[in-house]
């Protein structure tokens, strides 16, 4: 669509255009007659694909400008992952510090969840695997505490038990104790994740976010025509697994496919992703530096765009 600047704005020296989102023509036209150019970065939507490997830093001819392609990524050969400079010394400091991890459950309403028992957080989108899992759970040897924070997931929460549980409720059933959380800022959902031993992520935030938290992690990848959201999902798993024994690596695949494609595989692809997690809680923590190693998107694409000016 056009854009009719007001008088006196003009673009600046970097010009940003995200997730596929066109610049209007008019700002366009604006860019073409500054000088100098500004430099055009298209910010790519997150995928562990190799194409984007491929084509992160290449130009696109747009006379009489070029349009630079930057993808984020999980490798050197892209511009990495959103991190802010202190996000794994905040990390570190909470995990070790088990007083604050019990004063910020208790601001969330969870002072009397049961002491010493593994905690999973589990954020995703309606999903036709979660009351399979749940039952799953609540019938297993393990005891587990699942924190669910308010929202889409709820629904499927719902059809488990038999009514939506409310914010603040939290259910016993078998080997499962299920909470629910009120909807947290960003900061806090951060300290959610560092509380838990595994946490369930959807889309492309929480999951960015899962992994700084250096522990196992589901992810509830966004759904897309014709199933083309598996093969990105089985992008990122080739990535991760990287390293990892066959078995253990193969552990990992038929859960995050179960999770994603298929509720009737879910009960022995949880056993086997839960037997193999002393293997899969190293290579979270592997994975972290290795991602760290890569610099952090903000500052990657800044450098990228002083090289331009």
């Not at 009514?163 to 909807?183: D, H, I, K, N, Q």
């Not at 879910?266 to 002393?278: E, G």
Request: with cysteine; net charge negative; charged share 20%.
């Amino acid at each position: 669509s056009d854009l009719t600047l007001p008088a006196g704005v003009q673009p600046m020296r970097v010009v940003v255009e995200a997730f596929g989102c066109q610049l209007p023509d008019g700002f366009r036209q604006a860019m073409a007659g500054r000088r100098p150019a500004p430099v055009w970065i298209n910010l790519e939507y997150l995928t562990a694909e190799d194409w984007a490997e491929a084509c992160h830093g290449l130009a696109s001819p747009q006379p009489p400008l070029d349009k630079y392609f930057f993808f984020p990524g999980f490798s050197g050969r892209t511009g990495g992952l959103l991190r802010e400079a202190a996000l794994l010394a905040e990390r570190d400091a909470f995990v070790a510090d088990p007083v604050a991890q019990q004063a910020f459950l208790a601001r969330l309403g969870l002072s009397a969840l049961p002491p010493g028992q593994p905690r999973i957080s589990l954020f995703a989108y309606d999903n036709p695997a979660v009351p399979v899992w749940l039952d799953t759970v609540a019938a297993g040897d393990e005891a587990l505490t699942v924190l669910v924070p308010d929202g889409r997931v709820l629904d499927s929460v719902a059809d488990w038990l038999g009514r939506r549980p409310a914010v603040g409720e939290v259910v016993s059933r078998g080997a499962l104790t299920l909470a629910v959380l009120p909807f947290v800022a960003q900061p806090d959902y951060d300290r959610l994740l560092w509380c838990c031993e595994e946490n369930f992520v959807r889309g492309e935030d929480s999951f960015v976010r899962a992994q700084w938290a250096g522990q196992p992690l589901t992810w509830h990848i966004y759904r897309q025509e014709e199933d083309a959201h598996l093969v990105k999902l089985e992008a990122w798993l080739q990535r991760w697994c990287e390293g990892l024994d066959a078995p253990v690596a193969g552990a990992a695949r038929a859960w995050q496919l179960a999770w994603n494609a298929g509720p009737e595989n879910v009960p022995q692809a949880w056993r086997q992703w839960r037997a193999a997690r002393p293997a899969l809680a190293a290579q979270a923590r592997r994975w972290v530096k290795m991602r760290t190693g890569d610099g952090d998107l903000a500052s990657n694409l800044a450098r990228f765009c002083e090289s331009l000016l």
